[in-house]
């Protein structure tokens, strides 16, 4: 149809008001993946009212507070400490929809139409109960959306802890309610008083009336029992799963067939054969991502393994798998090229964590102003009698080997090893033959304890494709001379045309550019602050030590980047991040332990599905 339009002809039918077509992108609802978010953000905004109508008398009256009934809980004129508690429980409800769990969804389902009912039955609601029945259906038409898998352990463990804290709230609830004998009004019998104590622990006001204010009391007392009791059992339903680290013997060998063809690609590559990581491939098997799950967050390091082209698919099976858990997608120290790809194919945004020094060999030398603090430590440090040796691991003898990995042990600060993105955990491995090993050496004065004879450090370099390598560790004898690490990475570089490597990656200097910017001249007032930050903080963690070490050997710097959902994320996976290096560790009564490993499903499952999620 052609209609004028400034008097002239046009084929195209205008369109109505704006307004009419917000409205129709109103009626017609959120889109499918954001249902969670949507449920899960009215649940907390309902719960925050709730506790607000518990703390704030006049509230409880607000015509506001009517929408609360829209949620399980607020079904009954409850008490101000009932208001709390349902407000509380909401917000972990809340919490459950909003990262797409099941079992939130059948909580949900299962308590909405006993809530209608008991606003029918009780306080004569119908609109209250006519929008829990729209809730009903509303969650029962997206149930597809709600597909996250909790810890498969968890449930009985859920059960556990509610049998055994029910007994026992109960039993301290009798406690209570018997201690304030003496301001009853009347003597109620023991069924009545048992009576109390369960409707307490649920939040409701029971039978028994006190004097003096102690209906306060106890009812606050019994409702934070029952809130322990509930709450507990709550997270212990609805939180996701960890899982033990699995990397099969299979997955290993096809990760170091894929390094064998791709590993020039990126310094890190090696460090994807960690056996507590897990991986996760491709459909067409020619690319791979390893992880590990710390703290709810699916953690990537590095960039993908295998063929670029083939980056993609990994990258898709590795985000329906933290979806299908809930868990919180990461990647941490890809390049700016793998930034590009996972953010291109999943829609995350990045952010530069820092830049990795690379020297390349061929430019290395001792000479020159610039270099003249690291010459003269080597000199003087071979003056005093130190030598070293630079050779592949299948060179040393078994005895050697055996020493080395004693005198690495013992000269560990911590009682685990550290480190994730950089670290490979082992030394001398028989699959890890090409790997090289520096030592440092100086027979022992008269009268000196050295359990490791001449030994006085040693590093661990892994490889970095055919002609590469990659610093993983430094260790030494804390009696040794300082200068161990500078002149063993010189040995090394020096014995590197021999083993025929061209190229370096030493370590990660995170933050690197705040700190070089923020003290030069001239720099502004945010990055002084950004850099007066980071060297404070360079007090617990080494950020300002390691630049400076690394700026000793003038290499190249790469930038490297973390890859998150978004900005709220952040301190979750920083501190994911933190535990996975060893720089942070949980009291021992908060750690988890992972669940048994298990095979994780393959890739034609978890293409299935991608399938079925992209049908709902």
Not at 47 to 76: C, N, Q, Y
Not at 92 to 116: E, F, N, Q, S
Not at 409 to 414: G, L
Request: aromatic share 8%; hydrophobic share 45%; proline share 6%.
């Amino acid at each position: 149809m052609s209609v004028r339009v400034d008097g002239k002809k046009s084929d195209e039918v205008p369109q109505g008001p704006k307004w009419l077509s917000g409205l129709a992108r109103i009626a017609k609802g959120p889109k499918p993946e954001r249902v969670p978010a949507v449920v899960g953000t009215i649940g907390a905004l309902i719960g925050l009212m709730d506790i607000a109508a518990g703390v704030i008398p006049r509230f409880r009256w607000s015509k506001v507070h009517a929408l609360a009934e829209v949620l399980p809980g607020t079904v009954t004129q409850l008490a101000a400490a009932g208001s709390i508690i349902v407000g509380l429980l909401l917000l972990m409800l809340a919490h459950g929809l909003k990262r797409a769990k099941k079992r939130a969804w059948w909580a949900a389902v299962i308590v909405l139409p006993l809530g209608a009912a008991a606003q029918l039955i009780y306080r004569h609601s119908y609109i209250g109960t006519a929008l829990s029945l729209l809730l009903f259906v509303y969650l029962l038409r997206h149930r597809q959306a709600f597909h996250a898998l909790p810890d498969s352990r968890s449930r009985w463990k859920a059960l556990a802890n509610l049998i055994v804290m029910g007994g026992l709230s109960f039993a301290l609830g009798w406690v209570i309610v018997g201690s304030h004998a003496n301001q009853m009004i009347g003597d109620p019998p023991v069924l009545e008083q048992i009576e109390h104590v369960i409707w307490g622990l649920f939040g409701f006001e029971g039978s028994i009336r006190y004097t003096g204010g102690t209906d306060y009391v106890v009812g606050y007392s019994l409702g934070a029992l029952g809130l322990l009791t509930v709450g507990t059992t709550a997270y212990l339903a609805f939180r996701p799963e960890y899982p033990a680290p699995l990397l099969t013997e299979q997955d290993e060998d096809r990760l170091r067939e894929l390094l064998a063809k791709h590993g020039a690609r990126d310094s890190l590559g090696h460090f994807a054969l960690r056996r507590d990581k897990s991986v996760v491939f491709s459909p067409s098997g020619k690319a791979a991502v390893s992880y590990r799950v710390v703290s709810g967050v699916m953690l990537a390091s590095g960039d993908p393994i295998g063929d670029v082209e083939a980056w993609p698919g990994a990258i898709e099976q590795f985000m329906e798998l933290a979806k299908r858990h809930s868990w919180t997608p990461a990647v941490a120290g890809c390049s700016e090229t793998g930034g590009e790809v996972w953010t291109r194919e999943t829609g995350l945004d990045a952010l530069e964590m820092g830049d990795e020094a690379i020297v390349e060999v061929a430019d290395f030398s001792l000479t020159g102003r610039s270099m003249r603090n690291v010459r003269q430590m080597v000199k003087r440090i071979e003056r005093n009698g130190y030598s070293t040796k630079v050779r592949r691991v299948g060179d040393l003898g078994p005895e050697e080997l055996e020493a080395v990995q004693k005198a690495a042990n013992a000269w560990r600060d911590t009682e685990d090893e550290r480190g994730f993105s950089m670290a490979l955990g082992r030394i001398g491995d028989p699959k890890d033959l090409d790997a090289i090993i520096a030592t440092a050496h100086k027979d022992p004065e008269e009268g000196e304890d050295c359990p490791f004879g001449d030994l006085r450090a040693m590093q661990h370099y892994v490889p970095w494709g055919p002609d590469g390598s990659s610093l993983e560790l430094m260790r030494r004898d804390r009696s040794a001379d300082p200068g161990m690490n500078e002149l063993l990475i010189v040995a090394f570089l020096q014995a590197a045309p021999e083993l025929k490597i061209k190229r370096l990656s030493l370590n990660f200097a995170f933050f690197r550019s705040a700190l070089e910017r923020g003290g030069k001249l001239g720099a502004g007032p945010v990055v002084r602050i950004q850099r007066s930050v980071l060297v404070f903080l360079s007090r617990w963690f080494q950020i300002e030590s390691l630049y400076k070490f690394n700026e000793k050997f003038r290499p190249r710097w790469e930038p490297r980047f973390v890859v998150f959902p978004n900005n709220r994320d952040l301190p979750r996976i920083g501190f994911a991040m933190m535990q996975a290096e060893g720089f942070l560790e949980l009291p021992r009564l908060l750690r988890r332990r992972p669940a048994p490993p298990q095979e994780l499903p393959d890739e034609e499952s978890l293409s299935e599905q991608s399938e079925v999620t992209r049908a709902a």
